[in-house]
């Protein structure tokens, strides 16, 4: 397994991480992507440690706190061998004080989280979403203070917008608060927003990716093919309208082309579609998510390897779409061009 700096910080991560939302699933989303019971868990992470894949991504949100509760469970008496991530902000309840990230409920999520997780620090809190209603020097304050007690290694972002991370950052650099390194992103060949903005952003400011969904919400597994229809087990028919919409003539294109390089390489559509994205700029790690054994192994498998750069091309050719404003300039005129070099 390849490790790698997590954004400009000091913390190693492995290329490939593995996503615990299966983890004790429930709800209709959830619920869909998977139930792992303890036992079911702790075999996974076995499978992990095995490979070299010691980080686990939850989240408070997830099932309620079922995920951080049977990945504490699986990762019991091997805290040392692991890093653990986890969010929070998004609502636990209906309550005022059960969402958001002002300084009383992020103090209050911290303790929840580490009694679930049964451990007394986390290695990496992303703030699951912006808190426009709460100051950002609340925020930052806060955190500023968990890190010094301990409770805390590093921290990072989620699902946040350009001017949201960099305010922050500046914020951080104004009053010597810790400073976020990472940002948990959706990304991949059917979703390439990501790379607008954050990405180069991330390139200025030192914030690695950590990327959730690389298999664009379940659209690139293989199974979805032109011309036919939704395979009758899959886990869009209960969560398409949850993720990140696809326009089907783009899916079928970059699908398309996936089963061509896939052909070449006698590798998987999903481990090519992976192995492309830990080929992008400022990705530090890829987060993968398995129902069973079989899976996680398959995915697993998309590290040890490398796509060629013309493969590369095919993909990126395939996949690419027209910028929003105001990017579009930047890469069609090329006196823009000249003054902005794209990132990718």
């Known amino acids: 397994m390849e490790y790698r700096r997590l954004g400009a910080s000091g913390l190693k991560v492995p290329a490939l991480s593995f996503g615990a939302g299966t983890f004790g699933g429930s709800g209709p989303l959830f619920g869909a992507w998977g139930n792992s019971d303890a036992k079911e868990a702790r075999r996974l992470v076995d499978i992990c440690l095995e490979a070299g894949v010691n980080l686990f991504d939850t989240a408070d949100v997830y099932s309620n706190g079922a995920s951080e509760e049977v990945l504490g469970e699986a990762i019991k008496g091997r805290r040392d061998a692991v890093q653990i991530s986890t969010k929070m902000s998004l609502p636990m309840g209906d309550g005022p004080a059960d969402y958001g990230s002002s300084r009383s409920r992020l103090i209050k999520s911290v303790d929840d989280a580490l009694r679930r997780l049964g451990t007394d620090y986390i290695d990496l809190l992303q703030l699951h979403a912006f808190d426009a209603a709460t100051p950002i020097e609340e925020v930052l304050s806060t955190l500023d203070g968990l890190v010094r007690s301990g409770k805390l290694r590093y921290v990072g972002v989620s699902n946040f917008s350009g001017w949201q991370v960099m305010k922050s950052l500046g914020l951080a650099d104004k009053h010597g608060y810790p400073r976020y390194v990472a940002h948990q992103v959706y990304y991949s060949l059917v979703g390439r927003d990501y790379e607008w903005e954050l990405m180069p952003l991330g390139l200025d400011q030192g914030v690695g990716a950590l990327v959730w969904s690389p298999l664009g919400w379940g659209r690139l597994t293989g199974k979805i093919r032109r011309g036919q229809p939704l395979p009758q087990k899959s886990r869009l028919h209960d969560t398409a309208s949850f993720g990140p919409p696809v326009e089907d003539?783009?899916?079928?294109?970059?699908?398309?082309?996936?089963?061509?390089?896939?052909?070449?390489?006698?590798?998987?559509?999903?481990?090519?579609?992976?192995?492309?994205?830990?080929?992008?700029?400022?990705?530090?790690?890829?987060?993968?998510?398995?129902?069973?054994?079989?899976?996680?192994?398959q995915n697993l498998g998309a590290v040890g390897w490398a796509l060629t750069p013309e493969q590369m091309k095919t993909l990126d050719e395939a996949s690419a779409v027209t910028a929003p404003y105001p990017y579009f300039p930047y890469r069609r005129q090329e006196g823009f061009a000249r003054l902005n070099p794209p990132a990718v």
């Open 249 to 297: 003539e783009h899916l079928y294109r970059v699908v398309d082309a996936l089963e061509a390089v896939a052909a070449e390489t006698g590798r998987t559509v999903p481990q090519v579609a992976i192995n492309w994205l830990l080929q992008r700029p400022t990705v530090s790690s890829v987060i993968i998510g398995a129902r069973d054994e079989e899976q996680l192994r």
